[in-house]
Structure formats: structure tokens, C-alpha cells
């Protein structure tokens, strides 16, 4: 099974590779992106000019995890958290060729992010990067994927997705439901399982 032909079109029916992640504050981008109508995601955007069929394989890099300063959860559990969605993603990947921290001229990496702006204050809306903020709004969790080329880590693709918004412990006194942190991860997993199979040679 390859990620040949991939079509643009159909790019993330899911907003889900919780194979790993970014920071949101990182060089803003100076690339085009068209809007793509997904009745799965909440938005999604492909690169202007994005080809995906040389791309045969993953690359897996860590999530990323966003929350505002004043309420943040613990690095304890933002760690068992990106645990919960590694285990989600992978277990649902069998027979796709993933690396880890290997990128080459076909290898597409996957960076997942978790936005929980539930708290958010105009100043941290303001830290996201600029390209984000459509997708990350006040007062949701978002879960975004974005799709790379290993190599120039240029953009090809992002989508977010806010059907489901586990409860995470933070500094105001709420506990971390992790029952639907599982099921939060397998929600998101299986989106982006569904992407693959439809979207990519098998």
C-alpha cells in the first residue's frame, strides 16, 4: 500500500493524523491555499499546485499540544496524551510505510495539533500563527492536521476537525476525562484511516 496518487481534491477527509505534531508559532507562510469542501472536517485547505503522487511512505513526528498559558494542563498528562493519539494513529495505519524522523523526496510527514482555545484571550488567539486562526477559533478544540513534504516542509495540505472535545486537567480545577481522551484519539485516527484508503493507491 502506497500514498501514490493522492487526489488534491479529496485532501484530509479527516482532520486527523495524530501520528504526531508542530508548535502553532512557527514562520508564517507565504503559499496559496484553495478551500475544499469536506463533509467530515470542519475546514480544509489544499496547497495551489500540490502533487502528492510521489509520495510513497510517512513520516512520523510528535504532536503537538496548544493550550492557553493561564490554564495549561500538566506536562505529565500532555505526555500521556500524545501517547493515547501515537497508539490511536498507528494501530490504525498497518500496512502504510511509516518512518520516524526520516524525511526523503517521497516521504509526506504528518503534523497533528491539538488547539484547545475552550479559555482562549485575544492574546493567545494572537500566538497562533496567522495562517490558523480561521480554523483555531475562540472557544473550541481543534484538532489539525497538516501535510508536508518531508524535505522543504512545505505545506501541501491542513484540515481541522472540532466534532469531539475531550475535558483536559488544567490550573481552573477541571480533571482529564481520559475515557474520552481514547475516544477522542480513535475518532480521529479512524477519519484519517478512511482518508488513506479512499484517497490513496493501495
Known sequence: MTLNNLR?????????????????????????????????VAASQVAV??????????????????????????????????QIFRDAFLSRLTGYDIVRNQPGPSTLTVQATLIDFRNATVDDVMSVRPELRDMARPGSLVFLMELKDSRSEAVLARAADSAVAPAFATSSGTQTDWPEVDAAAAHWAELFRQFLDQNLNQ
Open 8 to 40: 488534491s481534491t479529496c485532501l484530509i477527509g479527516l482532520a486527523a493524523a495524530g501520528l504526531l505534531l508542530a508548535a502553532c508559532s512557527s514562520t508564517t507562510t507565504t503559499q496559496s491555499f484553495r478551500k475544499v469542501q469536506n463533509p467530515r
Open 49 to 82: 499546485g500540490a502533487d502528492f503522487g510521489k509520495y510513497d511512505r510517512l513520516n512520523a513526528v510528535d504532536m503537538g499540544i496548544f493550550f492557553p498559558s493561564h490554564v495549561e494542563t500538566s506536562p505529565e498528562d500532555q505526555a500521556r496524551i500524545r
